[in-house]
């Protein structure tokens, strides 16, 4: 009889999920409503005739940290990553955007993306890493994420866990991982189980974010480090799933943040078990709604455009004034798409006004 793998020491580089008891788990095995992880936003860049509109950069960071306040919620800003534009940004509008930030919240803990600047698509150097890490390192207390990029993806699970290891050497501060699927980047995958505990076992990787749409790997990941007591904590980054994340009590960290920031902060309150709302099921389904919308695929099966879409979210609620993305940036929807989010926002407005969740309504 076939035996699936619950020990790590019997997992491979080339062990699939599907062969391991963390494939299996139910989501009811790991929820938790005594939990209150923190929420992490992927706090878009706004763009204004070309130009970064850093008005409207400050006054979204302050609308989502009311947020988070009113509700109690623990908020951690993450700057520079897909969101934020990050395989657009010069070097010096990298460290602008940190900069920026501190001037707003000079003592503030920050996320910041890293990835591999000026790298070959086929020739992997991790000091391609190195001025993305010695820029937001400059600005502690910070966090990094470590962003994939093509020639690290495209390693075996060997030489890739060997390749996250080199990086680690520059690291000085507490680090996230990043894995994603192709519906993001057409080149990207997720982490195996085996590359999963290696770099979960490493003392410089605290967690790691995984963005998925078709797999359920959050969920892997979360059933992995509980089952094994591992100190690495699974941050999801499935802006389709944002719900299992609040459920399981684990933390968020999602560009989704940005367009519905009231209602997750609402979401995350009213699952605690001491200030519980059975209204929160409708919630859910209100900002996954929204978030669908949001996070569709198009012709290509790229899920890309969210960028789009979530200025004009943000344009809609008053928060930023234009709807530009980055100029470099070739992730723009096609259409109406000013339209399809107004559609969109109709069924979570109605939530938000039925539960008095505040910062959610088209200025008058």
């Known amino acids: 009889m076939w035996l699936m793998i619950k020990d790590a020491s019997d997992l491979l580089p080339t062990t699939q999920w599907s062969e391991t008891i963390w494939s299996k788990t139910r989501e009811e095995d790991l929820l938790d409503s005594r939990s209150s992880s923190r929420l992490c936003v992927a706090a878009l860049l706004p763009f204004k005739d070309t130009q970064p509109d850093w ?9 989502m940290h009311e947020c988070a306040h009113h509700f109690g919620v623990e908020i951690t800003f993450v700057l520079n990553a897909d969101t934020g534009y990050v395989f657009n940004l010069s070097n010096d509008l990298y460290e602008e955007v940190i900069q920026r930030f501190r001037r707003l ?47 690290l993806n495209s390693l075996d699970s060997e030489n890739r866990r060997d390749a996250y290891f080199e990086i680690a050497e520059k690291i000085e501060v507490p680090a996230l991982v990043h894995a994603l699927e192709p519906a993001f980047v057409p080149w990207a995958t997720p982490f195996e189980p085996w590359l999963l505990h290696q770099l979960a076992s490493h003392e410089k990787f605290v967690g790691g974010k995984i963005s998925t749409l078709d797999e359920p790997h959050f969920l892997y990941w979360a ?19 944002i719900a299992s994340a609040i459920k399981m009590g ?17 979401a995350k309150k009213y699952w605690r078990e001491d200030t ?67 559609e969109a926002l109709i069924r979570p407005m109605r939530m938000a006004e039925r539960m008095n969740i505040p910062h959610y309504s088209f200025p008058l």
């Not at 990835?115 to 020739?123: H, L």
Request: charged content about 20%; aromatic content about 10%; glycine content about 6%.
């Open 250 to 266: 684990l933390p968020l960290l999602i560009g989704a943040g940005v367009s519905a920031c009231p209602l997750i902060c609402a």
């Open 105 to 151: 919240y000079p003592e503030a803990p920050f996320i910041s993306g890293v990835t591999a600047v000026g790298a070959s698509a086929d020739n992997f150097k991790a000091s391609c890493y190195h001025p993305h890490l010695e820029i937001a390192q400059a600005y502690e207390p910070c966090e990094v994420m470590i962003m994939t990029s093509q020639a």
């Open 223 to 241: 059933s992995m480090c509980q089952d094994l007591n591992l100190e690495f904590v699974p941050h999801s980054g499935d802006d389709f799933g």
């Open 55 to 63: 008005g409207s950069f400050d006054r979204m960071l302050v609308w």
């Open 276 to 342: 519980f709302d059975s209204r929160v099921y409708k919630l859910f389904e209100a900002f996954q709604s929204l978030e669908d919308s949001v996070f569709r695929l198009d012709e290509k099966g790229s899920a890309a455009g969210y960028k789009h879409s979530t200025a004009e979210i943000l344009k809609m609620l008053g928060v930023i004034e234009s709807a530009e993305i980055h100029p470099d940036c070739s992730d723009i929807r096609a259409g109406n798409e000013a339209m399809k989010m107004r």
